[in-house]
T-cell receptor, first 113, second 110 residues
Framework: DTEVTQTPKHLVMGMTNKKSLKCEQH?????MYWYKQKAKKPPELMFVYSYEKLSINESVPSRFSPECPNSSLLNLHLHALQPEDSALYLCASSQSRGDQPQHFGDGTRLSIL | QQQVKQSPQSLIVQKGGISIINCAYE??????FPWYQQFPGKGPALLIAIRPDVSEKKEGRFTISFNKSAKQFSLHIMDSQPGDSATYFCGAGGYQKVTFGTGTKLQVIP
């Protein structure tokens, strides 16, 4: 069992829908990450939160909106997505820095119709 | 300068053999080099990581060799087992983030 829990595991949505992905960890980690992974490709960093503050946005389109309500939770709000946004979205956490072991969840498989 | 090149793209090894995956980076500011293992349907899991102040690190059957002057590092899996069949990603980065290599799909055949 992974220590980073992501819900839902699968999500199918239309291009006009609004949905949210959720990520939770109870390891006391203070850095949390969102990655996007296409099939047979490496994870690509989208956002980094450090101590509940957004520290890195890798020029992600505004149709993706991250939120960190507290140190254990990370959300990714989705709106007006495009078919090319279909991918596996991975959440990860580390103790406090990027150069520490990152613990990944098993991801949300997102399909845009 | 953020690119991390990984080879080979795929690798088939006999059970009991040695699997070797190579990575090269460009940014000399990188000071953290992890290797992650990913099974289908799962998120990546950290295998082993190294800092540039050492040239080799071993944990069980997994060894990282690091060549700072060449800006290259590699993962050696000794006594490879069918359960090692997975995709492996190297990473390179620093205190803010890690950039992943392109991945190597390893198949260990009995």
């Amino acid at each position: 069992d992974t220590e980073v829990t992501q819900t839902p595991k699968h999500l199918v949505m239309g291009m006009t829908n609004k949905k949210s992905l959720k990520c939770e960890q109870h390891m006391g980690h203070r850095a949390m990450y969102w990655y996007k992974q296409k099939a047979k490709k490496p994870p690509e960093l989208m956002f980094v939160y450090s101590y509940e503050k957004l520290s890195i946005n890798e020029s992600v389109p505004s149709r993706f909106s991250p939120e960190c309500p507290n140190s254990s939770l990370l959300n990714l709000h989705l709106h007006a997505l495009q078919p090319e946004d279909s991918a596996l979205y991975l959440c990860a956490s580390s103790q406090s820095r990027g150069d520490q072991p990152q613990h990944f969840g098993d991801g949300t498989r997102l399909s845009i119709l | 300068q953020q690119q991390v090149k990984q080879s080979p793209q795929s690798l088939i090894v006999q059970k009991g053999g040695i699997s070797i995956i190579n990575c090269a980076y460009e940014n000399t500011a990188f000071d953290y080099f992890p290797w992650y293992q990913q099974f289908p349907g799962k998120g990546p899991a950290l295998l082993i990581a190294i800092r540039p102040d050492v040239s080799e690190k071993k944990e069980g059957r997994f060894t990282i060799s690091f060549n700072k002057s060449a800006k290259q590092f590699s993962l050696h899996i000794m006594d490879s087992q069918p359960g090692d069949s997975a995709t492996y990603f190297c990473g390179a980065g620093g205190y803010q983030k890690v950039t992943f290599g392109t991945g190597t799909k390893l198949q260990v055949i009995p």
